[in-house]
């Protein structure tokens, strides 16, 4: 037998902010509020085959790149209109040293973790 991820516990400076973020990104709903913690995840809720995420409150400072970041696909459209829309939701651009020649663009969300666009699409 083995284990699966069920959640992501991520430190944030402002939860409700960084977790409506992120619904809009993934198409999640926040499932559940305890104590400035905000858990979101997929419609039909906790113990599918995606890992919920829990935005727990911190005033820890982020200090250089994190160890971990999310890898995102486009399920509904090209990724020159997922990137215009993560734009629109308040991603912003990364340099981590890219050549410009990859295939997929560095983002970070609104609190500055770093996440990428890939370019496949995902049904």
């Known amino acids: 037998m083995a284990c699966r991820i ?3 516990i991520i430190k944030s400076r402002d939860p409700q902010q960084l977790a409506a973020f992120w619904c809009e990104v993934l198409d999640f709903i926040v499932l559940d509020t305890d104590d400035g913690a905000v858990e979101i995840g997929p419609r039909e809720g906790f113990g599918g085959l995606q890992p919920t995420l829990v935005f727990v409150p911190s005033t820890e400072p982020q200090t250089g790149r994190p160890r971990l970041h999310f890898d ?3 399920t ?3 990724q020159d209109a997922e990137l215009e829309r993560l734009l629109k939701l308040g991603a912003r651009p990364a340099d981590v040293g890219q050549t410009g020649q990859e295939s997929w663009h560095v983002l970070t969300d609104p609190e500055g973790n770093e996440f990428c666009l890939l ?3 995902l049904s």
């Open 76 to 78: 509904d459209r090209d």
């Open 72 to 74: 995102v696909n486009a």
């Open 6 to 8: 069920s959640e992501l």
């Open 119 to 121: 370019r496949t699409r």
